[in-house]
């Protein structure tokens, strides 16, 4: 037996990490002798290499079951095996563990932060220092830096709530810090949150706790908003994020901080993800989690305005900055943030579209036409397809490719195609007088001042397009007239039948005696005779003058005119 033991005391021991120990010392409860515990001694203090006795139990106890399965059948039934169904089921995920022991630690530290000891330590600083404000954040960042001493698993807490870790702390010293922040003059805050901004990069950079000052910070955006839209404060957290762009942890820790500055307002928040992170894309030293995080932050904004339904506007800049990187061959982004770039890509079309758009596409009509011609398939796909939404809903844009037409003859003739070839949808939506006007407009300033000027090709070409869109679209007059027309016909054709039905037969009917009248006054009976002496002078004269074979036809002609004078003089009457 003393051989066994002297076994299991030689197994190594497995290193420990000095935040393990530091724990499992803090965590181990107070050892009791064993005349304290008496018979629980044995259980209440397990031995450390109880593994390696368990492995030489097993075995002996192997050979006993054995002896027992031969001996008795019974014990089988008494110790039934363990199902696949009744195994325990596997732990939740391991980000969501990480994640649940970490808030529970922070909550523990912060719940060590005692109100009354602050606000008798603060009570003191101002006493002693009255005039020195700066001396009394000192130690609040020094007490806070004291008792909140966890390090953070992910530098953007993508995984907790937006308004972690400030929701951890208890109201009351919620209100306290706050209620010390607005003592203090504006340029003595925006100064200790530049410090503040400094060391969150600093520790983020070196691998220490960054808690306390993400809380302060937080605090100080709800408490002090000039103090986070101040100029200073946003170009130093500029310069700090233009600066981190190679070190992922901190690159994507100084975003985070950039989520406090809108607040709660959707159309800042937009901008600025478009004015911040956008131009982190853009840049060739992102990493994938910087590019990741900022892809969350982005989906973060679109799904609370989907759900505020909030009227967003979206600038020509922000747009094509947007626009252009999604369609860039040369991008520094990886695959799966291009994709899921290109599928919001309609979404934000809509923030930068929908918003008084007879007014407002006209700003996006030049750089969309200047985009048409130098550009991929598929880009060139989307810009004609919003270059027609473009002239559909603002009448300004038709003025404006007229002033851009003979600088941008090229991207006008794939215009021109875009709309031949969709012509059957085109002229149903646009706006026919001012699409016509455009391209007459067109026409003059492509003809030729002389006989002998060269056409290029590609005038030659929009000439082809413009005349024959000019022939298909018409005047809207003459087809008005023919509406107005066909129109008048059913109604007199519908008034004839109700007359005849109603009087049994044609010839009873109002109608049939209009008509009979008609026949028999005096201008139409003059009117008859003296179309039948010109016809007859015609025929006449055709048949002498012409072969045979047009005898047909003048006869036809005869009859027409007589048939169309009879129909002009039945107007005339009623």
């Known amino acids: 037996m003393s051989g066994k033991w002297e076994v299991a005391g030689k197994s190594k021991k497995v290193p420990i990490s000095k935040k393990a120990a530091k724990k499992q010392k803090k965590e181990q409860p107070p050892v009791a002798t064993e005349e304290e515990m008496g018979e629980s001694y044995a259980f209440s203090n397990p031995l450390k290499e109880s593994k390696n006795i368990y492995n030489l139990m097993k075995d002996e106890s192997s050979d006993q079951d054995q002896d027992r399965k031969q001996d008795n059948k019974e014990n ?3 110790k039934p095996r363990v199902s696949g169904k009744l195994r325990p089921k596997k732990k939740g995920s391991p980000v969501a563990q990480v994640k649940k022991a970490e808030r529970e630690v922070l909550l523990e530290q912060i719940e060590e932060v005692d109100v009354s000891d602050m606000k008798s330590l603060i009570g003191d600083v101002k006493k002693r220092f009255p005039n020195h404000p700066r001396v009394w954040l000192k130690d609040i960042q020094s007490y806070f830096h004291m008792k909140v001493t966890l390090r953070e698993s992910d530098s953007g807490l993508m995984m907790y709530e937006s308004t972690y870790p400030y929701n951890m702390v208890e109201t009351e010293l919620q209100d306290f810090m706050s209620g010390i922040f607005k003592e203090i003059p504006d340029n003595v805050m925006i100064g200790f949150y530049t410090e503040l901004l400094d060391g969150l990069a600093r520790d983020v950079r070196n691998g220490a706790c960054a808690y306390h000052h993400r809380i302060l910070l937080q605090c100080m955006s709800h408490s002090c908003p000039k103090t986070v839209h101040s100029k200073e404060v946003t170009d130093k957290l500029q310069h700090l994020i233009t600066d981190s762009v190679s070190r992922t942890k901190e690159c994507v820790a100084l975003l985070w901080c950039l989520q406090m500055i809108p607040r709660n307002r959707l159309d800042t928040k937009l901008k600025v993800w478009f004015t911040w992170m956008l131009p982190i894309l853009q840049t060739r030293k992102t990493e994938r989690p910087v590019q990741d995080y900022i892809l969350n932050c982005l989906n973060n904004v679109v799904s609370e305005i989907a759900e505020s339904n909030e009227a967003i506007e979206l600038g020509p800049s922000d747009f094509f900055g947007y626009f252009d990187l999604v369609f860039s061959p040369n991008s520094n982004l990886f695959p799966h943030v291009q994709v899921v770039l290109m599928e919001m890509l309609e979404i934000v079309k809509c923030f ?51 002033q851009m037409f003979g600088k941008h003859l090229n991207n006008s003739v794939t215009l021109l195609e875009h709309i031949h070839d969709n012509w059957n949808i085109v002229v149903k939506t646009v706006n026919r ?29 929009a000439l082809e397009l413009c005349s024959d869109m000019i022939h298909a679209i018409g005047s809207p007059l003459k087809g008005a007239l023919k509406l107005a027309l066909l129109v008048m016909i059913v109604v007199s054709a519908a008034y004839v039948l109700h007359d005849v039905k109603e009087f049994g037969s044609f010839q009873a009917s109002r109608t049939g005696q209009i008509y009979s009248n008609f026949l028999q006054h005096e201008t139409v009976v003059q009117v008859f005779g003296t179309a039948k002496v010109y016809g007859d002078t015609v025929h006449k004269y055709g048949m002498t003058h012409v072969p045979l074979l047009m005898e047909y036809f003048y006869t036809i002609c005869n009859s027409v005119s007589s048939t169309l004078l009879c129909s002009l003089c039945l107007f005339r009457q009623m």
């Not at 929908?354 to 796909?381: E, V, Y």
């Not at 007088?433 to 590609?458: D, I």
Request: hydrophobic content about 35%; charged content about 20%; some cysteine.
């Open 352 to 402: 930068a579209f929908s918003s008084n758009p007879d007014k407002r596409l006209r700003s996006f009509f030049p750089s969309l036409l200047i985009r048409s011609q130098q550009c991929g398939a598929k880009q060139k796909t989307v810009v004609l397809k919003y270059l027609l939404e473009c002239l559909q809903q603002d009448a300004q844009c038709w003025l404006l490719w007229q």
């Open 76 to 78: 089988l039934i008494t």
């Open 433 to 461: 007088t001012a699409f016509k006007q455009t391209l007459n407009y067109l026409m003059v300033t492509l003809a030729p001042s002389t006989g002998k000027t060269k056409v290029k090709e590609n005038q030659r070409r």
